[in-house]
């Protein structure tokens, strides 16, 4: 049975509501495996997150928070990634630290050339193996700025495109650093004057 | 009676439009029925967007939408989904006749705890709401139906010819009174069951003898 163990929220912004990628492990028979959840703005990831959160309610889904203690109501779930957005989200630069980036791709050659040459170009693709009928492709991802406009999938009748993000065999297991939530009293004070 | 468990249509539909504008909670309402092992449950949402209006009361236009019926884990993951979309606004609290508040997806939780603490026996909704389908297929059932048609046959006391079709193009129109969940369950099916199905749309509106 899959149990959610452990999750990570990579932003390009820290601090702020930008784009964030959020990624989680699970454990799969004793195999920790992680998987990307999203890669969006916080009110979409916070769609799945809800979901997600139903369902250990009724435990229907297994989660343990950072200090490895089973995570049992929607309130604890919640909470739990209330925390990780508002104190623990880490700068997306540090993502290459743990995981490595790939993005593969095919494409049916069946219709225009021309179309297939901006599907390429939109993704910065160049074929790897060539064959009549399918091109494949397969590039490595190592720039904030480049992963930023890629889509973690990508499918249409011609063409599938996925982004891969998998550990380094040296993913660091040290507890994420932990950032105030507020720091002063200052932070907060125009809240007062809106 | 048992209630299976029924995916969340409406819910999708408004995960994908909530672009140009937010939905307005009205009311949230559970039901349960405990003659099963384990409940089941029924989950009704008074819901409307916010850039839509009554051309004669200046009200905002709401319908009550049914969200999700079947076990504890299919009501609760709709309810984590609608706690979820009030993180970012999708969802907000009606406050008056024009105001709306937000809620957060903790407020919302303590929301729906209070919602699922006061369900209500599930014949309470047959009393007081109404749920009705409207099917548009190409070719009209026939009478009496062959062989393949067989598992429609439990549906077709429900369905009423509204319109046939004249000419070729145009669509006949079915309009059928949902009875009960299993007869919801049935229609369901249907989109798979019919090939000619061109479309299928439900409403859910309180009895008039309930107001």
């Known amino acids: 049975m899959l149990s959610e163990v452990d999750r990570r929220l990579y932003s390009w912004e ?49 989660a343990l928070d950072a200090a490895g203690q089973p995570l049992t109501t929607i309130e604890d779930y919640v909470a739990c990634y209330r925390t990780l957005f508002t104190a623990q989200e880490r700068p997306i630069a540090t993502l290459w630290d743990s995981f490595t980036v790939t993005l593969t791709a095919t494409y049916r050659q069946t219709g225009d050339p021309a179309a297939r040459q901006r599907w390429e170009q939109r993704y910065h693709l160049t074929p790897t193996t060539e064959h009549p009928e399918l091109l494949i492709y397969k590039r490595s991802v190592t720039d904030p700025a480049d992963l930023e406009h890629l889509p973690l999938t990508d499918t249409t009748p011609e063409a599938t495109m996925t982004v891969l993000i998998t550990p380094r065999p040296s993913l660091p297991v040290a507890p ?14 125009h809240f007062a004057f809106d | 009676m048992e209630i299976p468990d029924l995916s969340c249509p409406f819910l999708s539909i408004r995960k994908e439009r909530s672009v140009l504008s937010y939905d307005i909670e009205y009311h949230l309402r559970l039901f349960v029925d405990n003659t099963g092992d384990p409940p089941r449950y029924l989950l009704i949402q008074r819901v409307g967007p916010s850039n839509g209006w009554e051309t004669h009361r200046h009200l905002r236009v709401k319908s009550w939408e049914w969200i999700a019926a079947g076990s504890a884990t299919t009501i609760w993951r709709a309810l984590g989904r609608l706690a979820g979309a009030t993180e970012g606004g999708l969802l907000q609290k ?41 099917l548009f297929t190409v070719s009209p059932f026939p009478t009496s139906p062959p062989a393949d048609l067989a598992p429609l046959a439990d549906l077709l006391p429900h369905l009423t010819l509204l319109s046939t079709p004249a000419d070729a193009p145009y669509p006949a ?33 309180r009895k008039e003898s309930a107001l």
Not at chain 2, 179 to 201: A, I
């Open chain 2, 94 to 134: 009606a406050q008056n006749w024009t105001q709306t508040t937000w809620w957060t997806p903790e407020t919302y939780i303590a929301h729906a705890r209070k919602v699922w603490r006061q369900a209500r026996p599930l014949s309470t909704f047959w009393d007081t709401f109404a749920l009705t389908c409207d």
């Open chain 2, 173 to 205: 129109h079915y309009f059928g009174a949902i009875p009960d969940l299993s007869t919801l369950q049935s229609l369901l099916t249907v989109p798979r069951r019919v090939p000619g199905l061109v479309q299928m749309t439900y409403h859910l509106t």
């Open chain 1, 14 to 62: 820290p601090g702020s509501s930008a784009l964030k990628l959020l990624l989680i492990a699970e454990d799969d028979h004793g195999t920790l495996r992680w998987t990307p959840l999203g890669k969006s703005w916080p009110y979409a990831l916070w769609l799945t997150l809800g979901e997600r959160g139903g369902l250990v309610e009724t435990q229907a889904l297994t």
């Open chain 1, 176 to 189: 994420p650093p932990v950032r105030p939530a507020v720091v002063s009293v200052l932070d907060n004070l």
